[in-house]
């Protein structure tokens, strides 16, 4: 039998292991609770109002103000639902491997207004615990399951009270709901998609209040928090589709009876590029900049400056050189790890065609081709300091 203890306890804390909880205060003027008064979240834990205020991020998407994590202890007895009778032996001889079960795609808008000045944030979140008894599989015993509805419905209600600002808070924030909440779930997952709403500019000037859909990449998180332990928090970018007409080549590759390519000097070189990369920690991490920071190291060594560019040996050591940029730049990802496919525009062979009809050197016409698809990955990490040998 689940014993169900209805204390009112604060979802607020981003719980980080049995005896550590991350507290987010909150955010600038402290109005975004969801509950007009400024100060929290109705149950006597306030939310303190740091007044952080920086702006809009330079995708328009205004998070106005940061979050910050501090740690406190919680109590044994803060949970709200015990669940006792946890242990279902397996009948048989089949073991259950991974399970897990969740909502997805919950769809969600949030607006934040500031006077006249408003900011916007569409998600997607997908929500999957796992919980630490098989009986809802194994004996179809329904007790201790937190229903999927209920998972949809929690991340409207903290949205609701906590605001919603970066994805990656929004997804620690849900995690830690589930596991301070609910003893028995062991693991939470939480995998947030942004929508690319970019304030719309009039004259050259920000809207206060009207957004564009910009779709020129997309953002997306994932947390996996175990209970016990710290949330593993992932960034991410994908869909970010480039092009460049110079400044390339790929050449010196394994010349054998296999290969028919030739070297080419100058060739065009596009791609759509995926990241995910690993947060070590969430202290002090402002992930809308990190995301941003990300974005412009990828452009940065796949584009250069726009007079001159920057040459590129090969789609590897663009993309090795685009993640060493993200290491250096962040200190708080610890790896990263990068895909991109080689678009390839094959030069047209017009040869066979008479010269009075096509110009004798094609330059300008080039064959997309989609399939098959070259496709270069590597994920690069810090290495391990090296242990002293005292
Ligand atoms: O940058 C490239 N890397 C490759 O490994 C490769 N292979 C290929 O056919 N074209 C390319 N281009």
């Not at 995708?59 to 803060?78: S, V």
């Not at 259950?96 to 408003?118: A, F």
């Amino acid at each position: 039998m689940s014993s169900v203890n209805h204390k009112s306890v604060s979802s607020s804390f981003l719980v980080c292991s049995e005896d550590q909880v991350f507290r987010p205060t909150m955010k600038g003027n402290g109005k975004r609770n969801g509950n007009g008064n400024g100060n929290g979240n109705g149950n006597g834990h306030k939310l303190h109002a740091e007044g952080v205020n920086v702006g809009v991020t330079a995708n328009g998407n205004a998070t106005a103000k940061k979050q910050h994590y501090h740690l406190h202890p919680i109590k044994d007895d803060d949970y709200h639902h015990e669940v006792t009778d946890r242990v279902v032996e397996e009948p048989g001889k089949y073991e259950l491997g991974q399970y897990g079960y969740g909502k997805n795609n919950v769809k969600l808008l949030h607006v934040h207004r500031e006077g006249e000045l408003h900011t916007v944030r569409e998600y997607e979140v997908d929500t999957h615990l796992k919980l630490n008894s098989k009986k809802d599989f194994i004996a179809g015993d329904n007790k201790d399951i937190i229903a999927t509805d209920t998972q949809k419905n929690t991340v409207y209600v903290l949205a609701n009270r906590h605001g919603v600002n970066s994805p990656e808070e929004f997804a620690l924030l849900v995690c830690s709901h589930f596991l301070y909440t609910y003893r028995h779930v062991e693991e939470a997952t939480v995998h947030v998609e942004e929508y690319p709403w970019e304030r719309l500019q009039v004259d050259q000037r920000d809207h206060n209040h009207a957004f564009i859909f910009s779709p020129k990449s997309f953002r997306f998180c994932t947390v996996v928090q175990k209970r016990n332990e710290r949330p593993k928090i992932v960034g991410g970018l994908r869909d970010l589709r480039v092009l460049k007409t110079t400044q390339s080549a790929f050449t010196d590759f394994i010349q054998d009876e296999y290969r028919t390519l030739p070297d080419v000097n100058d060739r065009i070189f596009s791609t759509i590029v995926t990241a995910t990369w690993e947060y070590s920690t969430a202290n002090g991490v402002d992930f809308d900049d990190v995301w941003e920071t990300v974005k412009e190291c990828i452009l940065d060594k796949f584009a250069g400056p726009p007079d001159t560019g920057i040459f590129s040996p090969s789609v590897q050591n663009t993309l090795y050189l685009a993640e060493k940029m993200i290491l250096d730049k962040v200190e708080q990802i610890s790896r990263i790890d990068m895909s991109m496919p080689n678009k390839h525009y094959f030069t047209l062979d017009l040869s066979k065609f008479p010269t009075s009809i096509v110009k004798s050197e094609n330059k300008e016409v080039y064959e997309p081709v989609d399939k098959p698809s070259g496709i270069i990955h590597a994920m690069l990490e810090r290495k391990q300091e090296p242990r002293s040998k005292l």
